[in-house]
């Protein structure tokens, strides 16, 4: 067996290696910035520094998001000395620019350059977002360089199992894939299961549309990912471990099964874990469209093979899950905070956000806004900070008429309340949820029923079949939209509409059924003239 | 890992698919990486069908063969998920992000002006097998809503008119089939 990672001689040569070049140039080629010339703009780069003989004073690094997606693709350019400098809009052009210019002559790009303290970045606070755009996600030396894997060195060599759930606990983490369950109350349940095989599994299956926080931890910090499940796994005994990812992440897919190979020749994973007796294996299994599986016990029955359907809890996946052995789930962004928690305790990761939502939020910000794209803020911030101060406001000389969290689960939140702080509880008190991260803002062109509409097209689309008030209610509720939003409503599909929502919402076997009314519910209640003012005058035809 | 019946690699076909097309090759590849787990079937079958485009019947049959279990199941769970197609794509393919933000900026009149343009709905391919026209919930990539992507390629801040132009010039255009 080899020898495990020796991670501070690791972390010690690659910042050594580092330190030769006079500067160092982080190109983003996260999906988004990839989708805008992210690809074409690396290999002129890279072109120009051969060309110019600079290979010797510019290290090309590919790195993950950098967050302001909408001004992609970025650039961050650091001189030896901690000189930092970040560009927006980076074409092909603009990137030889900067090694001519910036890199060779020492002249920035002025038309080009981004403030690094406006306050879409002066605002956040990053834990799980720590590396991506700092790191080569591809380069597991460059995720040590930066700490990786020490907080799994520090649980296995210095913490007992209880201990690492006991910081879990401390640090008042909550899931976030949206219904916010405590994780250190989740991972004891797990430690406490009777049973020689345990199984923790990582959800990827982000299907929210409009938000892709777990994908960008996957493939631009896979092995924090790899880390944080290593860690869990280790405090509850679990052996072997999945994550499931949509089919719709390929990169993240190819990604993560790398990082694991990777790690598991580095005895990050396997058996006799950096020469300790515990063993992990983890694999990776790929979904295959649909929404559904995002919820637990649907998931399950996807990695066992089967078609995608939930069943009736309890039991809970922490008693009975895959094959019948005890099973957690936990969400990608949550197993991404563990390494934090481990590394500084659980009362500094409290002391971030809230006394009930600690820690931070990763969210997908987009809409119409004028800075979009991923951020990451402590809990509690008001959504006005979110919305006008990170997002920059609502282009166009247009107004804000709402923001939707938690996408066909969630709801819409008026401008009355922009100054709810952002949290698990202010935002269930007003009918939305927090959700897995999906921030839509909304100005005032836009007609909140056909929004209504919209995401009861998904849920309907996205509903297995399985029980009835789901599969029979969203279409019923989908029929009376259209026909709202056609202007052929009554005033008693109206109300037909709202009792249907009650009964679906009452009734349904998954949180996929229960929660889809939200949308509805919400937008009725904050915005019901809209609807009323759709509706035709047929009550005396209907009596 | 945990099969209903033993692992049992014997089971595995011997000599292919009896049509001796190489293709099954590269699926009994992936059968035998995977030890005939039954639980890989839904992995095995984005092999099928990244290997042969689509699933036909005969695939599918293939597949539960191999893995031992019943068509019905194989057929169940390859309709259940929605990225799974059982039709030969077109020549080109249109994929129309239909996520939260491409709806906010009007990604459902796209999807209507390249229907209409090709009379095709959403999810098919035009009666002359020169165009598949798709939705996608999410592409994550809502800093360039509305966004389309054409045979692999990624367009962002299109109108309608600007899609099916895009859409045209591939088609139309004498573009590689």
Request: net charge negative; proline share 5%.
């Amino acid at each position: 067996m080899a020898a495990p990672i020796d991670l501070h001689e690791v972390a010690e040569r690659e910042l050594e290696a580092r330190s030769r070049y006079p500067w160092r140039l982080k190109a983003c080629n996260s999906t988004a910035c990839l989708s805008a010339g992210a690809g074409t703009t690396m290999q002129a780069m890279e072109q120009a520094v051969e060309a110019d003989d600079l290979a010797l004073d510019v290290q090309l690094i590919p790195t993950g998001c950098m967050g302001l997606c909408s001004r992609g693709p970025l650039v961050r350019l650091l001189r030896r000395g901690g000189e930092e400098t970040m560009y927006a809009d980076v074409t092909p052009e603009v990137g030889i620019d900067i090694i001519r210019s910036h890199v060779r002559d020492h002249r920035p790009v002025e038309a080009s350059l981004l403030d690094q303290h406006m306050p879409f970045f002066a605002s956040q606070e990053r834990v799980v977002l720590t590396h991506a755009g700092i790191i080569n996600p591809d380069r597991i030396e460059s995720y040590v360089a930066h700490g990786g894997y020490q907080a799994l060195e520090k649980a296995l060599t210095t913490m007992a199992p209880e201990e690492v759930v006991e910081q879990v606990r401390i640090s008042g983490l909550r899931g976030r894939g949206g219904a916010g369950y405590p994780t250190g109350s989740k991972w004891a349940l797990l430690a406490a299961a009777a049973g020689d095989t345990k199984y923790l599994v990582a959800n990827g299956d982000e299907g929210d549309p409009g938000a892709y926080m777990d994908r960008t931890v996957m493939e631009d910090d896979p092995h924090r990912l790899i880390e944080g499940m290593a860690i869990a796994a280790y405090a509850t005994g679990a052996a072997r471990a999945y994550i499931y990812v949509r089919a719709e992440y390929p990169r993240a897919v190819e990604r993560l099964d790398r990082a694991i190979r990777v790690a598991r020749r580095n005895r990050l994973l396997g058996r006799r874990i950096l020469d300790t007796d515990f063993d992990l294996e983890i694999e990776v299994r790929i979904g295959a469209g649909a929404f559904v599986c995002g919820e637990e016990t649907a998931l399950m029955a996807s990695i066992e093979g089967r078609r995608g359907t939930p069943r009736l809890r309890p039991p809970y996946p922490t008693e009975r899950g895959l094959w019948g052995a005890p099973t957690m789930i936990n969400n990608v962004e949550t197993l991404a905070n563990i390494p934090a928690i481990v590394t500084n305790g659980g009362s500094w990761f409290a002391s971030i956000g809230t006394p009930s939502s600690t820690g931070t939020k990763v969210f997908a910000l987009a809409g119409d806004l004028v800075n979009t794209g991923l951020i990451e803020v402590p809990m509690g911030i008001t959504l006005r900070h979110i919305v006008e101060d990170i997002g920059g406001g609502i282009p166009n000389g247009r107004s804000f008429k709402a923001a939707q969290t938690g996408g066909p689960s969630g709801g819409c939140i008026p401008a009355e309340f922009l100054d709810t702080p952002v949290d698990y509880d202010s935002l269930r008190e007003l009918g939305s949820i927090m959700g897995s991260g999906g921030l839509i803002v909304m100005d005032d062109e836009v007609v909140m029923p056909d929004v209504a509409k919209y995401f009861m097209e998904f849920s309907m689309d996205e509903s297995c079949g399985k029980c009835t008030p789901c599969r029979a209610g969203t279409v019923q509720m989908h029929g009376i939209l259209d026909r709202i939003t056609t202007g052929t409503g009554t005033r008693r599909d109206l109300r037909d509409l709202e009792h249907l929502c009650q009964v679906v919402r009452d009734t349904s076997l998954c949180g996929l059924g229960q929660s889809a009314p939200n949308p509805i519910l919400s937008t009725i209640h904050y915005f019901r003239d809209e609807y009323e003012a759709l509706l035709v005058d047929r009550e005396a035809v209907d009596a | 890992m945990t099969s209903t019946v033993d692992d049992a690699p014997s089971q595995a076909p011997e000599d292919g698919h009896p049509s001796g097309d190489e293709r099954f090759a590269l699926v009994d590849k992936h059968l035998k990486r995977v030890r005939y787990e039954q639980d890989q079937l839904i992995e095995t079958l984005h092999v099928a069908q990244d290997v042969f485009g689509y699933l036909s019947e005969d695939v599918l049959m293939y597949v539960a063969r191999a893995l031992l279990l019943p068509p019905s199941m194989v057929y169940g769970v390859a309709t259940f998920y929605q990225l799974f197609t059982f039709e030969a794509p077109g020549d080109h393919a249109c994929t129309v992000c239909t996520g939260t933000a491409c709806f906010v900026k009007g990604a459902d009149g796209i999807v209507r002006t390249v229907g209409d343009a090709y009379a095709v709905a959403a999810g098919a391919t035009s009666d002359d097998g020169r165009l598949t026209l798709k939705t996608a919930r999410c592409l994550g990539s809502c800093g360039l809503a509305p966004v389309v992507v054409l045979d692999g390629t990624v367009h962002g801040h299109l109108d309608a008119a600007e899609a099916v132009a895009l859409v045209r010039a591939a088609v139309d255009g004498g573009g590689e089939s």
